[in-house]
């Protein structure tokens, strides 16, 4: 069918201009909807939109304001209890000798180290630019996905962040939030696909490749650590904005309550994956890194 031929299907005293692209029915200019490729009908958009988490800076973002303020917070108390207060790098104070990330350490059943080597930097300008990209990031996605989500989503990262750097440079001592921020990059990728942006028009894309490619030219940077994080952090948002569409069991799975957290349950799975793979079988191999 041509629109040339046709009049709208919601106004049939209106000369049609173009297709939806979506259901082919015509629409006049104005019930056409600008999408990502071409234009779409007012219904279509609204079954889309049903499908996909909406973008939203009204929410609060509380988790966000936390963890940049916890992140800010531990740099002052490391700074001036060490007394060690670079503009960048900083040196490997006490305090990093028994919570940063190293494998020896790992290995031998110092397991929180996971955890808080991810709020551990090296000088001001490493804690200001993680605290600075998470909050960017941050306004993003808490809106769309809840406070808890974002949380669960950070601390997923930071596991994917913690095994990263095991596998491949488990003899350095790891610190900093990159791996988890990097994750929320990832995340926020596939989220703004999943909400129809597509891969050329991403400018967090383009953040996270020029960075990667930063990551292996410049020396002292957990390549590691940013890849780990960033493939689990996107694995995680796949799994949290595409739920809704998988089929068969899945889609009836949605409908039943009990079941509905579901797709949380399987993130919180990979991060679960994530730790025992770290404490089982990168750690262990510190001496001869596995990568």
């Not at 095991?166 to 989220?191: D, K």
């Not at 079941?259 to 770290?278: K, M, N």
Request: net charge positive.
């Amino acid at each position: 069918m041509s629109s040339r031929d046709a009049s709208c299907y919601r106004h049939s005293d209106t000369w049609a201009g173009v297709l939806c692209q979506r259901c082919s029915r015509p629409i006049c200019t104005e019930c056409m909807i600008t999408a990502a490729v071409g234009f779409q009908c007012p219904e279509c958009v609204a079954e889309g939109r049903k499908r996909t988490r909406q973008w939203s800076t009204a929410s609060p973002i509380r988790v966000t304001q936390g963890l940049a303020a916890a992140n800010a917070l531990i740099w002052i108390f490391v700074a001036l209890y060490t007394g060690s207060l670079a503009f960048w790098g900083g040196g490997l104070t006490e305090i990093h000798y028994d919570y940063a990330l190293h494998g020896r350490f790992v290995d031998n059943g110092e397991w929180w180290r996971l955890v808080t080597s991810a709020f551990l930097h090296y000088g001001l300008l490493h804690m200001g630019m993680n605290v600075f990209i998470l909050v960017l990031l941050g306004r993003m996605l808490e809106p769309a996905i809840g406070w808890w989500r974002m949380l669960l989503l950070y601390g997923v990262s930071l596991t994917g962040g913690a095994l990263g750097a095991l596998l491949v440079e488990p003899n350095g001592f790891t610190a900093g939030a990159s791996g988890a921020v990097f994750g929320l990059a990832g995340a926020v990728v596939i989220a703004e696909r999943a909400s129809g942006v597509r891969w050329r028009d991403s400018g967090i894309l383009a953040f996270l490749v020029l960075n990667i490619v930063i990551s292996f030219l410049w020396p002292n940077i957990s390549i590691g650590g940013h890849l780990g994080g960033m493939i689990v952090g996107a694995i995680a948002a796949v799994i949290l904005w595409t739920f809704p569409n998988w089929t068969g069991f899945i889609q009836t799975a949605t409908k039943i309550k009990i079941l509905r957290p579901l797709p949380e349950v399987l993130v919180l799975g990979l991060g679960v994956l994530c730790v025992f793979l770290a404490l089982a079988w990168a750690a262990p191999n510190w001496r001869t890194p596995i990568f």
